[in-house]
């Protein structure tokens, strides 16, 4: 009886209620957004806690020297309870809509920029920025699904620059994207041997990035920043959540973060072949880490990739929120790089 009644007293005819203005109530609904918002943040940026229980768990940090011996049992050791998903389409083969100019048959390295179909403004920074300051010897593509069909011809008849692939475009494609650009280069571009991935709101310094080193014949390995003792997130509200019923342990293997990265031609062969042996982790990157532990792709740390401050990077990346075009812009005047690029244009 006395819950009941403090219930009662505290829902229903407590004081307050009555005095509530309607403005009171309507900063009261929304008064923790700011709060909900500091605390996603801070959970995405430093996880530092989580992170020191992940730092404990040596299997997980070992990067060069992949786990497991045999390719079952590291999937195994990855997936007790999961069997890879028969319906997996990862491996099929897309074809190209719209295939780029700028690709001559001779060239060994190109960037490919995962793009939007709506991403038009970021396209052109690119164009207009760090772009024209690579080596002609490494030619830029723009790579997008479906959407905004065109718009995109219609760039691509100005700029040929754009390889639009037969799929739907959308975040939860991000990895089918990944599989679709590594089967049309091993299908159409034979003497590309580095695959240079990179996202369309960066700024990358060109003289740093030509002076890593071209892979030699079949080097299996994928170059950029690696992340180390992530664990799984538990805060099912968060778009990173991932269930124990998808992937049980409570860390992640190494991975490397995908704003930026090179891939030799041989580890996205290998990939693309075994990734339909590998049950499936929405998040792109963690999945990548998974795979390449797997099939035994080399994960090879470049601090300067993806990389949070205006110094000393090869690409830089701001990984907590998208700038704009026109910060982006700002950014680039700001680098120091972009006033060579339009009056000198570096020479090699
Ligand atoms: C991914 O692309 C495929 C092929 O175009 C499409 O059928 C599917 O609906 C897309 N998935 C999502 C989540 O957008
Ligand atoms: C670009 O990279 C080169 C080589 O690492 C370096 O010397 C130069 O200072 C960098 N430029 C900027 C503006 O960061």
């Known amino acids: 009886m006395?819950?009941?009644?403090?219930?009662?007293?505290?829902f229903f005819k407590s004081p307050l209620s009555c005095k509530l203005s309607p403005l009171k109530l309507l900063t009261l609904q929304f008064a923790w957004i700011i709060p909900y918002l500091f605390l996603t943040n801070y959970l995405e940026r430093s996880l530092l806690p989580f992170r020191l229980l992940c730092y404990t768990q040596s299997n997980f940090l070992g990067v060069n020297s992949p786990l497991r011996e045999d390719f079952k049992g590291c999937v195994r050791s990855f997936f007790p309870a999961r069997d890879k998903d028969e319906d997996c389409g990862l491996n099929r083969r897309i074809d190209a809509l719209i295939e780029p100019r700028t690709v001559k048959p001779w060239h060994q390295r190109m960037v490919v920029i995962r793009s939007a179909p709506m991403s038009a403004g970021y396209r052109q920074y690119?164009?207009?920025?760090?772009?024209?300051?690579?080596?002609?010897?490494?030619?830029?593509?723009?790579?997008?699904?479906?959407?905004?069909?065109?718009?995109?011809?219609?760039?691509?008849?100005?700029?040929?620059?754009i390889l639009q692939l037969?799929?739907?475009?959308?975040?939860?494609n991000l990895t089918l994207k990944m599989m679709a650009i590594y089967g049309y280069i091993l299908r159409a571009k034979p003497n590309i041997q580095d695959i240079i991935v990179i996202n369309d709101d960066t700024i990358v310094n060109a003289t740093a990035l030509h002076q890593i080193a071209v892979s030699t014949s079949d080097d299996a390995y994928v170059l950029g920043k690696v992340s180390r003792g992530y664990p799984r997130l538990l805060m099912w509200w968060l778009p990173w959540y991932v269930p124990g019923s998808m992937y049980p342990s409570m860390c992640y293997p190494p991975f490397i973060q995908g704003s930026s990265?090179?891939?030799?031609?041989?580890?996205?062969?290998?990939?693309?072949?075994?990734?339909?042996?590998?049950?499936a982790i929405h998040l792109d990157d963690v999945m990548m880490g998974v795979v390449a532990n797997c099939l035994r792709v080399d994960l090879r740390h470049n601090e300067g990739f993806d990389?949070?401050?205006?110094?000393?990077?090869?690409?830089?990346?701001?990984?907590?929120?998208?700038?704009?075009?026109?910060?982006m812009f700002a950014l680039w005047r700001r680098s120091g790089l972009g006033s060579r690029a339009v009056n000198d244009p570096i020479r090699w």
Do not use: M
């Open 126 to 161: 690119v164009r207009d920025s760090w772009a024209p300051t690579l080596l002609p010897e490494v030619p830029t593509v723009f790579v997008t699904g479906h959407g905004n069909d065109d718009v995109l011809r219609k760039e691509h008849e100005k700029f040929g620059d």
């Open 307 to 327: 990389h949070h401050t205006l110094d000393e990077y090869v690409v830089f990346h701001y990984q907590y929120s998208r700038y704009s075009v026109a910060e």
């Open 166 to 172: 037969d799929f739907v475009d959308s975040y939860k």
């Open 261 to 279: 990265f090179i891939i030799t031609r041989t580890a996205a062969q290998r990939i693309l072949n075994g990734i339909c042996e590998i049950p």
């Open 2 to 10: 006395q819950w009941r009644r403090l219930i009662r007293l505290t």
